[in-house]
């Protein structure tokens, strides 16, 4: 099946468990209808934004009670009674005629009881929720009102104009954000858990840390074994890779995560085409092209892979409750194993349901099982020898958009990060009862992504509240603490997808136990990764995220920003335009078709200084990149062969077409200085040939 020709619509915020008894919302990037859910056994939907009969008009003297009530509950416990919604009716070509080009369209006021009678609960949230039809903030021309604590958003819907304001919260007069540099981060880079501290007669003499000063105290061996290994360890730690990239691998269709293994042998990159291309990377700085595997039926795209510890496997997700298990050897063309994550050991409670999608997957630290976080709110372990699923938690009030183990050499400490704002942490060895072993709270907004520091202590998580979080596990709440307080209290109905965040919507959360908070990368569009450092070419100095503002964002543990890797200035006019791709571009409200690049995931090589960046990128964001980033040392240009920042396909084959038409535009701004990197993209080169420039 191909990938629909619409982005996904995620929904905005977390909710409470007093949900419908379908499936409320199945996918974090992309919804379904409910009823569909009942009557389509093989998940076989389509994206909301194409059908166009599920709005129903409703007669203004029907009194749907029920859907007052649950419209009512919907606004007062999801944090968005606030809204104001106001209908205006375009005039038609007739009223034009009649009234001439200054006719103004006609603004009809109705009450609260008629909007909920029109909707009813599940088209509101569909309104409110649904992609596409967001149109941006409205300006002050569309709607007069003296209220500067209103946030406008308009919905389009056939012949409708659809205003909803979303009520800001007052923020507080002093700084309600959490201090940077973090005192608890600075002890923690001077612990030696993370990093090696500069050496003392390097501070004494205020001596710049320079590779070369670096090289020549690990030759020296001079001191005590233990400041031989830090100086050793310390070498690559301030090698952070620069914004040039080496390579622009690019592919038609947006890529969703890529990762290198543990060894750093192997790279693969998931994309919305279904297909997961392998590299290899044993020579980080010269890929070669391996292999490519593919969901055969997929939904809406591929949303995460993990790789076997020997590598010799690679397991991958749709948005269905199939596994894909694929051989990684390129020689073997046999098709991947398919892996059931519905079959349930039989249970008091059945064998479970088969309507969810799989949001992420991870391989346990001995390859013998597969955790996955799922749509139907749960977290399931499956064994891979038994072909079963021998554990299914369900403690999460939404989606669980990320999973991990705790411990890279045991399966029992678990992580899940969901969509009801909660970090969970999961003890299999104490498990009587069916609940977790504790919980971190302190986003106020769904997470995105979970990652371990693999010692069973710490772990990283990222959040659509736009804040990167670390937590100890030693610090985590009690299930009994965690009983006492509701989660939906500290969200504010914010839908990343097409929302912006501003500082004014930031609110501390009052029961946030995290270690350090980090700041500054944008949580937008997608479900966006972070992961810490590796220790063998960063000595676990850092943490990175990507962000929609196309760039990688690479923090200190202290949560000061180390550097920023930004991949949307160095992809800039990397291909030409495709109008065949248009028609799945995500920029499209407002007819946007710029030049755009968001980050979504990003991989540092464990033993070199090198990145690779997964992100959506191009023309409306239509196609896809991943970027190869070295540490140069600031230079921007190489002397090696091939230069620089050339771009190739997704076999590594060398593009003239994409790398001549760069070069052209590079050309043309030289003759044309003037013109400036601010220029619309679009327009400076629309209707021109080659022969042009």
């Not at 504790?438 to 990652?451: I, K, P, Q, S």
Request: hydrophobic share 25%; glycine share 8%.
């Amino acid at each position: 099946m191909s990938a629909p020709s619409s982005p996904p619509g995620h929904r905005s915020g977390s909710h409470t468990s007093r949900q419908s008894d379908t499936t409320y919302h199945p996918t974090p990037e992309w919804l379904h209808d409910e009823d569909d859910a009942e009557n389509d056994q093989d998940m076989d939907y389509e994206p909301e934004s194409e059908r166009s009969e599920n709005l129903e008009y409703l007669d203004e003297d029907d009194e749907d009670d029920d859907d007052y009530d649950d419209v009512h509950e919907l606004f007062n416990e999801s944090g968005i009674g606030d809204f104001q919604v106001e209908f205006t009716m375009e005039p038609s070509d007739t009223e034009h005629a009649g009234e001439g080009q200054g006719a103004r369209p006609r603004v009809t006021r109705v009450t609260s009881a008629q909007i909920i009678q029109f909707l009813g609960a599940n088209s509101l949230r569909r309104i409110l929720q649904s992609h596409g039809m967001l149109s941006g903030t409205l300006t002050a021309d569309d709607y007069d009102d003296d209220d500067d604590n209103d946030e406008e958003y308009g919905l389009h819907y056939g012949g409708y104009r659809v205003r909803v304001r979303r009520r800001r919260r007052d923020r507080p007069a002093e700084d309600v954000f959490p201090k940077v540099p973090s005192d608890v981060g600075t002890e923690l880079m001077g612990s030696g858990l993370y990093g090696s501290n500069p050496h003392y007669v390097d501070e004494l003499k205020q001596r710049k840390k320079r590779l070369a000063t670096k090289l020549m105290w690990r030759e020296l061996g001079i001191g005590t074994v233990g400041a031989q290994k830090r100086d050793v360890r310390s070498v690559f730690q301030d090698m952070i890779p620069s914004s040039t990239p080496d390579k622009i691998i690019h592919f038609d269709s947006r890529c969703y995560s890529g990762q290198f293994s543990d060894d750093g042998n192997f790279f693969f990159c998931c994309s919305q085409d279904f297909r997961v291309r392998m590299y290899d990377t044993s020579n980080p700085f010269e890929w070669k092209y391996y292999k490519t595997v593919n969901y055969p039926f997929g939904q809406w795209t591929i949303t995460d892979a993990t790789l076997s510890p020997d590598n010799k496997y690679l397991a991958y997700s749709s948005i269905r409750h199939l596994v894909c298990l694929a051989p990684t050897d390129p020689n073997d063309h046999s098709d991947p194993i398919l892996l059931d994550f519905s079959n349930m050991r039989r249970r008091a409670g059945g064998y479970g349901n088969s309507h969810f999608g799989i949001w992420s997957l991870r391989f346990s630290g001995d390859g013998r099982e597969i955790v996955a976080g799922t749509s139907d709110r749960s977290v399931i372990v499956y064994d891979i020898e038994t072909r079963q699923s021998i554990l299914r938690l369900q403690n999460h009030d939404d989606d669980v958009n990320a999973v991990c183990f705790g411990d890279s050499s045991s399966p029992h400490i678990l992580y899940s990060g969901s969509d009801d704002t909660t970090l969970r942490v999961w003890d299999r060895r104490s498990m009587g009862d069916g609940r977790e072993a504790g919980v971190f709270m302190g986003h106020t907004e769904g997470l995105t992504y979970v990652d371990s520091k693999g010692d069973g202590r710490y772990v990283l998580s990222n959040g659509k509240d736009q804040l990167m979080k670390l937590w100890d596990l030693r610090k985590m709440m009690t299930t009994a603490e965690f009983d006492k307080i509701d989660p939906s209290r500290y969200t504010t109905g914010f839908d990343y997808r097409f929302m912006s965040y501003s500082e004014e919507d930031y609110q501390p959360h009052p029961h946030d136990c995290s270690v350090v908070t980090f700041r500054g990368h944008r949580v937008l569009k997608t479900l966006i990764r972070c992961h810490f450092s590796p220790p063998g070419s960063t000595n676990s100095r850092y943490v990175y995220s990507g962000s929609e503002d196309g760039k990688v964002y690479i923090y200190n543990l202290d949560a000061t920003l180390a550097g920023t890797i930004d991949v949307e200035n160095a992809t800039r006019n990397s291909r030409p335009q495709d109008v065949d791709l248009f028609t799945t571009a995500y920029e499209m409200r407002g007819g946007d078709k710029r030049w755009r690049t968001c980050v979504r995931d990003a991989s540092w090589h464990p033993n070199a200084p090198v990145l690779a960046a997964t992100s959506w990128n191009g023309w409306g964001m239509s196609t896809g990149t991943c970027t190869v980033h070295t540490w140069t040392d600031s230079a921007s240009e190489d002397e090696g062969d091939p230069p620089m920042g050339m771009s190739y396909n997704n076999k590594l084959e060398y593009s003239h077409e994409f790398n001549r038409f760069r070069d052209d535009i590079r050309r043309y701004y030289n003759r044309n200085p003037r013109e400036g990197v601010d220029r619309d993209d679009e327009a400076m080169y629309e209707n021109r040939g080659y022969d042009d420039w």
